[in-house]
Structure formats: C-alpha cells, structure tokens
Nanobody, 122 residues
C-alpha cells in the first residue's frame, strides 16, 4: 500500500510562483511513476508532469501547456516529488492531484492523493 498526500496549493497572482509537494509513505520504494494531474471544473483530469524511474534511468514528461514554466523534481530521501510552478496563468487554476504507480503481478496499482486547490488570479 502507498499513501499519497499533496500540499502547497493556494491563491497566487498571475505571473507568480507556487510549489506543490507530493509525499508518499508505505511501500514508497516500489513506486515507478509519480505524476501531477490537474482537473478544472467541467474538464477532464489531465497529466501535467510525470517522472518515471526505470532500469534505463529517469524519464520526465510535461504537458505542452506547462513546458518551460513548470518543473517536476524529486527528493528520494524525503519520498517527495515537487512541482515548481512559475509564470502561472489563470488557466492553471485547478485541483492538482498526485498519483503514484506501483507495479504488481499482472499489472499495477495506482494511488491518488486527495488533491490540492491552485487558484491563479488575473
């Protein structure tokens, strides 16, 4: 089992910065992927940034809408993945969720956090 907790959301002005944290506990050592997703009202949940740990190394992906503005990083010692959000825009307003993926025989388990609200004022 993996527990996922997000923090760091809040209200920020357009052009400002915010850093979100995603801390995992439990079987954190089994996690192969952690992604930040967001969901705005009446929109589908979308992947914002993800970081994968594989035998070949680490892979990072970003949605086109946040490339050059958001940075995902991790601190393995703290079991925490960060999403640094710079130059935020009103369209970045959403509930941000963190998901951890852990392989299991025959598939994988996906663990979601409760979400943290990010509101960008214009």
């Amino acid at each position: 089992q993996v527990q996922v907790v997000e923090s760091g959301g809040g209200l920020v002005q357009a052009g400002g910065s915010l850093r979100l944290s995603c801390t995992t506990s439990g079987s954190s050592g089994s996690i192969t992927f952690i992604g930040w997703y967001r969901q705005a009202p009446e929109n589908q949940r979308e992947l914002v940034a993800g970081i994968s740990s594989e035998s070949s190394g680490v892979t990072i992906n970003y949605a086109d809408s946040v490339k050059g503005r958001f940075t995902i990083s991790r601190d393995n010692a703290k079991n925490t993945v960060y999403l640094q959000m710079n130059s935020v825009k009103p369209e970045d307003t959403a509930v941000y969720f963190c998901k951890a993926v852990s392989p299991r025989s025959g598939g994988s388990m996906h663990y979601w956090g409760q979400g943290t609200q990010v509101t960008v004022s214009s």
